[in-house]
């Protein structure tokens, strides 16, 4: 099983990319079996949400993936708290098999793409959402509303809160914060050394998540 | 919500021809040569249709469309007609 990698003409190395088919199934066999109603494909190209943050990070020789979408901007979207609790499930069965895994969240942050806001991003929201992250308050993001996302320009950030659910209470290295004229731009990560709770498991954890 | 609202079923075709020029590159190219062959193809009535041809996001908006899929298909048909930076986006 393959997927399809195209649209926004940035260089894609392997423009197909190779699927993790065992792990994916795991997933969502799991995923259902511990209460969320997760639905698959095997015919879903992947768009930019997917490959520009591969460009920048996939080794040589790539490695094989498993896609997880997370519908963000079609109402009525998965609340955060549902993406947190998903996340947190994530994270326990990653935990429970023997995979060497990394958690990619990508998205975000504020913008507001198609409308009159869109040359004004909500920066402070961002830093303070950073701040709450390298405090290692993550968790209190399960608390927002699907209004004060939309508010913000940070639907997109259910992606981020999912991950947030594998990762827990780990403190997050905040490597930068850039605001463009439309978008705040971030990268986070949470090494392997403060990895939490959720990654535990009979096998080996995954090895680190980032954003 | 005030910015991403649910799509009404009214605009159901409306949304499908934005999220083809967003990510069908075969169905773009049709409507860069021909855009009312291809938003019949998508069978758009007339308004959706003069709306589409104007590129007035308010107008589609208003009609039922999804601001994103505006968003995403305007900046992919400006990208194949223009240069447009990265950073742009």
């Known amino acids: 099983?393959?997927?399809?990698?195209?649209?926004?003409?940035?260089?894609?190395?392997?423009?197909?990319?190779?699927?993790?088919?065992?792990?994916?199934?795991?997933?969502?066999?799991?995923?259902?079996?511990?209460?969320?109603?997760?639905?698959?494909?095997?015919?879903?190209?992947?768009?930019?949400?997917?490959?520009?943050?591969?460009?920048?990070?996939?080794?040589?020789?790539?490695?094989?993936?498993?896609?997880?979408?997370?519908?963000?901007?079609?109402p009525p979207q998965p609340t955060p708290k549902r993406c947190y609790e998903w996340g947190r499930a994530l994270g326990e069965?990653?935990?429970?098999?023997?995979?060497?895994?990394?958690?990619?969240?990508?998205?975000?942050?504020?913008?507001?793409?198609?409308?009159?806001?869109?040359a004004s991003p909500e920066f402070d929201y961002d830093r303070r959402l950073l701040d709450l992250l390298s405090a290692g308050r993550s968790r209190e993001l399960a608390g927002v509303t699907a209004e004060e996302l939309d508010r913000a320009g940070n639907i997109e950030l259910r992606t981020w809160i999912t991950l947030l659910g594998a990762v827990g209470d780990a403190k997050a290295d905040v490597y930068c914060y850039e605001p463009s004229w439309h978008h705040g731009n971030a990268v986070v990560e949470w090494p392997l050394a403060v990895r939490t709770s959720g990654f535990r498991g009979a096998g080996a954890p995954p090895s680190e998540a980032s954003l | 919500m005030v910015h991403y609202r649910f799509p009404p079923a009214s605009a159901y075709r409306l949304n499908r021809c934005l999220f083809a020029l967003k990510s069908d590159d075969a169905f773009r190219s049709r409507f860069r040569t021909d855009a009312r062959a291809?938003?019949?193809?998508?069978?758009?009535?007339?308004?959706?249709?003069?709306?589409?041809?104007?590129?007035?996001?308010?107008?589609?908006?208003?009609?039922?469309?999804?601001?994103?899929?505006v968003f995403m298909a305007d900046l992919r048909l400006r990208m194949e007609r223009e240069a447009v930076t990265f950073e742009y986006f």
Do not use: K
């Open chain 2, 38 to 69: 291809a938003m019949r193809e998508m069978e758009l009535d007339d308004a959706d249709a003069a709306a589409l041809l104007r590129g007035e996001r308010d107008a589609l908006v208003a009609r039922g469309a999804h601001p994103y899929l």
């Open chain 1, 93 to 118: 069965i990653l935990g429970s098999r023997s995979e060497r895994v990394v958690l990619m969240a990508s998205g975000g942050m504020s913008h507001f793409p198609g409308t009159d806001r869109y």
């Open chain 1, 1 to 74: 099983m393959r997927g399809d990698v195209r649209a926004l003409p940035v260089p894609v190395p392997d423009p197909r990319a190779a699927i993790h088919e065992p792990l994916a199934r795991a997933l969502v066999e799991a995923g259902i079996e511990r209460g969320f109603d997760l639905v698959y494909t095997q015919d879903a190209p992947l768009d930019y949400a997917f490959y520009v943050p591969l460009h920048f990070t996939m080794p040589e020789p790539s490695v094989p993936l498993v896609p997880l979408h997370v519908n963000v901007y079609l």
